[in-house]
T-cell receptor
Framework: QKEVEQNSGPLSVPEGAIASLNCTYSDRGSQSFFWYRQYSGKSPELIMSIYSNGDKEDGRFTAQLNKASQYVSLLIRDSQPSDSATYLCAVRDASGTYKYIFGTGTRLKVLA | GAGVSQTPSNKVTEKGKYVELRCDPISGHTALYWYRQSLGQGPEFLIYFQGTGAADDSGLPNDRFFAVRPEGSVSTLKIQRTERGDSAVYLC???????????FGEGSRLTVL
């Protein structure tokens, strides 16, 4: 059973701080990784995708990938109360079926 | 359309009834995915289509669940003899190709009484 693991949280950070969200995956052959944000009662919305080892920055968001450690993370700089949501990590199956496997999500609370 | 459209947004039904959930993907997106999400959980894969064919239906929980996409655009998820455990939000997503990023609809919340 291929798995994507996330700490369910909640992760509480003060406004303006850096929030660090982590994800590990079991399928060593995975090549594509995604972070989604999901507000309560809403559907997931894509924040970032990352495919290569290292960092990828987009505004206040930075995704980090380490395939050797099977680890992907999302950093949110200058966290705002509006960032309070559940963050889902998704990994595309490497076996050739192209399905996306999601973690259970980490709930982030940014305290004003 | 501009985004993935799902209908109905809410469906309440009685145990044993038949339910259809519809998904209209983003225009031009060839891949379409169905997921199910229960409270406090991540989306659980059900099935995905590339064009008209089901490329992977390994997530369908049992033979009460079936999905079609006859013309390669709109898809319908069909659930027979619904059970209380089927209650969840059913999410549809589409992508430009099977290696692309997923874009989700707002979901169909199914409640089986």
């Amino acid at each position: 059973q291929k798995e994507v693991e996330q700490n369910s949280g909640p992760l509480s950070v003060p406004e303006g701080a850096i929030a660090s969200l982590n994800c590990t995956y079991s399928d060593r052959g995975s090549q594509s990784f995604f972070w989604y944000r999901q507000y309560s009662g809403k559907s997931p919305e894509l924040i970032m995708s990352i495919y290569s080892n290292g960092d990828k920055e987009d505004g206040r968001f930075t995704a980090q990938l380490n395939k050797a450690s099977q680890y992907v993370s999302l950093l949110i700089r200058d966290s705002q109360p509006s960032d309070s949501a559940t963050y889902l990590c998704a990994v595309r199956d490497a076996s050739g079926t192209y399905k996306y496997i999601f973690g259970t999500g980490t709930r982030l609370k940014v305290l004003a | 359309g501009a985004g993935v459209s799902q209908t109905p947004s809410n469906k309440v039904t009685e145990k044993g009834k038949y339910v259809e959930l519809r998904c209209d993907p983003i225009s031009g997106h060839t891949a379409l995915y169905w997921y199910r999400q229960s409270l406090g959980q991540g989306p659980e894969f059900l099935i995905y289509f590339q064009g008209t064919g089901a490329a992977d239906d390994s997530g369908l929980p049992n033979d009460r669940f079936f999905a079609v996409r006859p013309e390669g655009s709109v898809s319908t998820l069909k659930i027979q003899r619904t059970e209380r455990g089927d209650s969840a939000v059913y999410l549809c997503a589409s992508s430009r190709e099977i290696t692309g990023e997923l874009f989700f609809g707002e979901g169909s919340r199914l409640t089986v009484l």
